[in-house]
């Protein structure tokens, strides 16, 4: 049974990330009661690098606590819910991702997977290890963003349910893969593949870009 453990909201801090003091709201932590989810995402959520986080095509984004204690026993340490980031905590998720297009329904509010994460620098520096990218990237948990199909609200301890898109589609796992891969390796045919499904419009101009560039 798919559930929300728990709902995050990033507050905004200062984190240093090498030379630089980067004011972020990465680091986001549970709160109570409901809250409202519009197509920029959670009410009272901060995202402060619009260029590359948030907005419509990764308005909202969950992660498994499966893979929070996964990460526990991996690092031996607690962590709490909301550190990688992720405005919702959940349980009975399919392994490591969704399929690019697949919905998540709570209530009326209607989510659409578009994207996996991609850890970056500022990640690290919430982590406080500059390796914790490599670790995450080649642990393969990446999490899945969504868009707003249908406004809503989301609150701890709801349950939920997903459909999955026509059987054509690709992985949010298998879209991890190949954003952290080499991207020369991607043929034109893999490239058009995902141009044809609703994925982010960040990496749609990338591929895009590289579909031009990319061999037969």
């Given at each position: 049974?798919?559930?929300?453990?728990?709902?995050n909201v990033g507050k905004v801090k200062t984190l240093r990330v090498g030379n630089r003091q980067v004011r972020t709201?990465?680091?986001?932590?549970?709160?109570?009661?409901?809250?409202?989810?519009?197509?920029?995402?959670?009410?009272?959520?901060?995202?402060?690098?619009?260029?590359?986080?948030?907005?419509?095509?990764?308005?909202?984004?969950?992660?498994?606590?499966?893979?929070?204690?996964?990460?526990?026993?991996?690092?031996?340490?607690?962590?709490?819910?909301?550190?990688?980031?992720?405005?919702?905590?959940?349980?009975?998720?399919?392994?490591?991702?969704?399929?690019?297009?697949?919905?998540?329904?709570?209530?009326?509010?209607?989510?659409?997977?578009?994207?996996?994460?991609?850890?970056?620098?500022?990640f690290a520096a919430e982590m406080k290890d500059q390796q914790f990218p490599k670790l995450f990237t080649a642990a393969?948990?990446?999490?899945?963003?969504?868009?707003?199909?249908?406004?809503?609200?989301?609150?701890?301890?709801?349950?939920?349910?997903?459909?999955?898109?026509?059987?054509?589609?690709?992985?949010?796992?298998?879209?991890?893969?190949?954003?952290?891969?080499?991207?020369?390796?991607?043929?034109k045919d893999k490239l058009r593949r995902y141009l044809d499904l609703p994925i982010d419009e960040r990496t749609r101009?990338?591929?895009?870009?590289?579909?031009?560039?990319?061999?037969?």
């Amino acid at each position: 049974m798919m559930k929300i453990i728990s709902v995050n909201v990033g507050k905004v801090k200062t984190l240093r990330v090498g030379n630089r003091q980067v004011r972020t709201g990465i680091g986001k932590r549970p709160v109570e009661g409901a809250v409202a989810v519009n197509s920029l995402g959670l009410e009272g959520d901060n995202v402060l690098n619009p260029r590359h986080h948030g907005g419509v095509d990764q308005a909202v984004y969950a992660y498994r606590v499966e893979d929070y204690a996964f990460w526990s026993a991996e690092l031996e340490r607690g962590i709490p819910n909301g550190t990688f980031g992720e405005n919702l905590t959940m349980s009975g998720l399919p392994d490591y991702g969704l399929m690019i297009g697949d919905r998540l329904e709570f209530g009326g509010l209607v989510l659409e997977a578009t994207a996996p994460r991609i850890p970056c620098n500022v990640f690290a520096a919430e982590m406080k290890d500059q390796q914790f990218p490599k670790l995450f990237t080649a642990a393969g948990r990446a999490g899945v963003y969504f868009r707003v199909l249908s406004p809503g609200k989301v609150k701890a301890g709801m349950q939920g349910k997903y459909s999955l898109r026509a059987e054509n589609s690709l992985s949010t796992q298998a879209l991890f893969l190949d954003q952290t891969g080499p991207l020369n390796k991607l043929n034109k045919d893999k490239l058009r593949r995902y141009l044809d499904l609703p994925i982010d419009e960040r990496t749609r101009k990338k591929f895009t870009t590289r579909l031009q560039k990319a061999k037969p």
